[in-house]
Each structure stands twice: as C-alpha cells, then as structure tokens.
C-alpha cells in the first residue's frame, strides 16, 4: 500500500514539473489517501499482533 503511495507521489511530482497541474493535483490526493489508509492498516495488524492467542 505504501509502495503505491510512492508511485503515485512520484508522478505527481512528475507532472507537476511537466506543467500537468490536474494530473498532479489527482495523483498527489491518491498518495495522500493510499499513505493514510497504509498507516491504520499498519497499526491495526500491529496491535492484533500484540493480542495473546487463544
């Protein structure tokens, strides 16, 4: 999830360079969505992770 995040900011910045300012705008919310919904998936499987196994 993180690793598209990447993806997406570097084209937004790609674009954002080239003149592109619709595509960047678009690709920079993407990222922006991908990193936040990457985090809370991270701390949900590290504190299921901390649980005790039944």
């Known amino acids: 999830m993180l690793s598209w995040a990447l993806?997406?900011?570097?084209v937004a910045l790609i674009a954002g360079v080239?003149?592109?300012?619709?595509?960047?705008?678009t690709a920079s919310q993407i990222a922006w969505i991908l990193f936040v919904v990457g985090l809370?998936?991270?701390l949900?499987?590290?504190v299921m992770g901390k649980?005790?196994?039944?």
Do not use: H, K, T
């Open 44 to 46: 949900v499987f590290f």
């Open 7 to 10: 993806i997406f900011l570097v």
């Open 18 to 25: 080239l003149g592109f300012s619709g595509i960047a705008g």
């Open 51 to 54: 649980r005790p196994r039944v």
């Open 40 to 42: 809370i998936v991270a």
